[in-house]
């Protein structure tokens, strides 16, 4: 015979649905509470609780083992711990059952036992139903609706066990609810909450109608027919892209099923939502051709930006215009979702017409002279067809193979347009520092409207470069990705703000002078008011050599602080966005001549004798020396007409950029 307890118990865990473990747990910890209460058990003191076989409690305290006890509260005799842990010795602390308990001990166990068990039954209620509907994110399930209104739905799912919300945004457009009415939801979020699971389901989700092919047609649910993309406007018009994974298999054919049960049942669940069936190729220009049904294209011109916005020109019969376009432009923009391409349609007239306005501009003028006949055809239907008369299928071919000649010549146009771009952007990109292109575009604190645009650049090197090579070009990005106007004037001053320092590696273990090699810098000319740097040749000052370059010391690996690069010095504010690379010439003047006769005859001591001053001693002149070629010191040596002698000079520097100007001491 069961006892009461286990009757209760297992009453408990069917009402509730919970685990077994759970409810014991809560169980034993609400006698843990009750008896601490009662006995007022110190914190140090180990209380544990146990459900025997025959669902009476038992309360387990940790007691020292005595040989006289003096309070059963914290102390046990060795017989009696000897019952529970026969390998008990006196000093011991061992866990044993309490037999004694107060009067009081149980009311105040069952009013504790009510709070906590009651308190643990919610919170793993609540951990339950999270644990079941996050694994259900994402499926379809039915529910009642509790609450209807014009903001948002409140339903019951699962026969009451979980609540869920259905927001504004998630509900279909003309779809009245009422309550008490059943209706299947999509599972669109679950959060965790205090006061349990947040659900939130969805009726208006592409997904939901992802789902609903699954249910209805085997094969997709099979693996045998894949869902490409799906492109849907709730309660209106959706179309679906469905491959066929196995040979023999009608992808179109199995999801409309025979005479169309299959989707009909759909399009029954989803209030009589128009769904467009539409088999996915690989091919871009049918692919797109076929999400434009079910009007009929004459041919697609795909063109792809540097900025991967792709863009298909489609060109349509004249009485297929206003189907391909679609109420609203509903068919046109349903069918870009489901492509990712930017679709431009046009009809064979117009396109027609279009290029008949800019047939003396190149380069639709080399058509007067290789395609003169054609030309003149497509005049004489344009005019008839101006004038209302009717065009004949064999005319509207003419005009067809007209607009196709055009737009091809206008593609080739474009494109060699984009090539060019894309060669001034590979031009411009040595000059960005390679540190840029490590630099998240985050830190130069645009707006979040500009970041939105400009992020598909990932980089500030990316961005600098497009403000240098193609300043139109991201103008124009920014104008259609919505920014504001003044967006390119932050962006300038956001890089013009921007300091990006210059790691330079060197060899430390080497005992020799580095080597420095000879170098000429590019001049780029990006703008008007660019910063040309004079052309420098670095060498090590004792190793004087006869040369028409200016001379410098190498640079020192710790005492030079570290240089830095900012964009103004690369970045003009010139409107100008051509970029030219090209070598400055070295020219020899007088003073380079001179310089080379007074060097070739010039002794070591008289050398040393323009650089230190004659009251210097050899220690302070070898200190100096050996400082000198530790050091950079920017020193350079310039023959000086007015005096007639070779003099060392030490440049300062102009700019933050760290280019060398005028001479400004004498040593």
Known sequence: MKSDFTLAFNEILEARTLPKEKVLDALRQALVSAYRRDANVLDSQ?????????????????????????SHYTEVSLEEARESNPQAQIGDMAMVPVRRLSSAFGRIAAQTAKQVILQHIREAERETLYSEFIEREGDLTVGTVQSAGS????????????????????RTPHERYRAHDKIRVYIAEVRRNNRGPQIIVSRNHKNMLRRLLEYEVPEIFNGQIEIRSIAREAGYRSKVAVAALQ????????CVGMRGMRIQNIVKELNNEKIDIIEWDADPERFIARALSPARVSKVFLEEEIDNVRT?????????????????????????????????IKSVVEAAQNAMSKIDEPPLASIQETHDELLAETFRILD??????????????TIKKFVELAESLLYYEREEGRQGRR??????????????????????????????????????????????ADEDGLEKLLHDGGANTDSMDAIRDALDDLVIPEVVEEDEDSDSDPVIEETEPAEASIAPDIVETPEVVTESVPDVETTPEVIEEPPAPIEEPEAVATVADVISESDEASIEVKRKPRTRNDDDVQYEQYMDNISDDEFEDYIFDDDD????KESKSTKKRGKNKKRTLVYDEDLGEVVAKRRRKRGRGGDYDEYDEYF
Do not use: C
């Not at 180990?46 to 003096?70: F, R, S, W």
């Open 617 to 620: 001693s050899d220690d302070v």
């Open 46 to 70: 180990q209380v544990d609780a146990e459900i025997n076989e025959t669902g009476q409690p038992v309360v387990l305290v940790e007691k020292e083992v005595v040989d006289a006890v003096y």
């Open 151 to 170: 903001g948002t739905i409140t339903l019951t799912l699962d026969s009451g066990r979980a609540e869920a919300i259905m927001p504004v945004q998630h």
């Open 312 to 344: 298909a020109t489609v060109i349509v019969p004249e009485d297929q215009l206003s189907l391909a376009i679609g109420k609203e432009g509903q068919n046109a923009r349903l069918a870009a979702k489901l492509t990712g391409w930017r679709i431009d």
């Open 384 to 397: 008839k067809k101006s004038n209302n008369r009717v065009v004949t299928p064999e005319e509207y071919s």
């Open 423 to 468: 060669d001034m952007i590979e031009a411009v990109r040595p000059l960005v520092p390679d540190a840029a292109f490590d630099m998240p575009l985050e830190e130069l604190e645009l707006a979040s409207d500009i970041m939105h645009v400009i992020g598909r650049l990932t980089n500030i090197g990316e961005l600098w470069v497009r403000f240098m």
């Open 247 to 254: 040979e023999g298999i009608d992808a179109v054919g199995a």
